[in-house]
């Protein structure tokens, strides 16, 4: 990204901007470089479901230089920055599939370590918060469930029933994104304590350690073929699973609250990595383009190749524009003043990213959908996002009747 360019329309502070050149160093220099060997690691049936010890280094290195929390606004957990000052960093951690976890700045853990800023007491804080905030162990977050249209948080039905001091668990999740990974030790679920409340108080969210009798990962799923080991996006079966009431977050009915909370700052940074993926993608369009002849000339000297060049830098600068404005809202007027602008990039950068991979693929011929090159797995992920933190047809809706209402 021209960051100076940018800078013109959205004043980042001078720590953001050190902090871009070293995060762009590393992403370059040390992660890009190390893909080979984490994709042979997930393509070993041995090894795929444990973590290369490469990537534990990397996260050290990381750390040491103090790339490490940048997505915490809170000064004192995290880096400090703020939305806007992190989007463009959000932005280079998105041009590799890798690079999020190794600067502990991946979903779900970033959302997961807010809720638990935000909403968890002390007490319930302390056995998790630390060590997450210190890339020792794993968090997920367990809210869609099979069975019902999960897309509208009210459906979601899993019971958490009250027995004495304790919650008593039944039912199913899945799609529960890092339940797959063995060094994921908790889980936050949403589920059913108040059935007769208001439709937006029935559910509460509960602290569920992985390791608690009943909790069973049935499979991992697929996108398009990908299982995303050693991460997983899982089946959970949960059998007569037995947690304190004291696990409970903040109170009992608030759990529509908390996700709402939870999804604000955390669809800023999948659009800021997806725009990043992107751009990785049109300098793989711009490279093939150069380097690649097909009936008498180079690629780029073909008008359709040029079209494919051109629409995509348009598209890309469009959504990073819109990202970056949602930050500054967000900065400026919090989660609901900024509700609008953070609908209108998870409708946007989604949709830009696929559109942007897909022509990629398309000027790679065969081998862009191979596992030659970066991009199948990417255009994955950017599809993921079309319904992964809520459908495009949702946040259409509620943009509409945003607009509607006046
Ligand atoms: C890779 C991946 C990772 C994920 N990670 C997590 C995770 O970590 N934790 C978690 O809890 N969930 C996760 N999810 C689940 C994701 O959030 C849900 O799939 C999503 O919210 C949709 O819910 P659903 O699948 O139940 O679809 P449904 O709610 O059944 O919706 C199906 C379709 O109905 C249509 N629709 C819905 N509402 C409307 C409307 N108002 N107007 C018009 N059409 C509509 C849309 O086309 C929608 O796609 C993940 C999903 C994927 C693919």
Redesign the pocket.
Known sequence: MNTGRIATLFPFSDRSRALQAAVARFVAERIVPAEAAFHAHAADPAVRWTIPPLLESLKAEAKAQGLWNLFLPDPTHGAGLSNLDYAPIAELTGRSLFAPEIFNCS??DTGNMEVLLHFATPEQRAPWLPRLLAGEIRS???????D?????AT?IALPIVRDGDEFVINGR???????GDPRCELLIV?GVTDPDGPAHRRQSMVLVPMATPGVRVVRP?T?FGYD?APNG?VEIEFTDVRVPVANLLRDSGSGFEIAQARLGPGRIHHCMRLIGLAQRALEAIVERARTREAFGRPLGGHGMAQEAIARSRCEIEQARLLTLQAAAALDAHGNKGAKDLIGMIKIVAPRMACDVIDRAMQIHGGGGLSQDHFLAQAYA?AR???????????H??ALARSMLKG
């Open positions: 979903a779900p997920a977050f367990a809210m869609t469930e099979p019902v249209a999960s897309s509208d459906n999740k899945w799609w529960t994104t890092g339940g949403m799923l996108v995303d996006h992920g993921s996002l079309r319904l992964a933190d809520g459908p495009d047809e949702v259409l809706a």
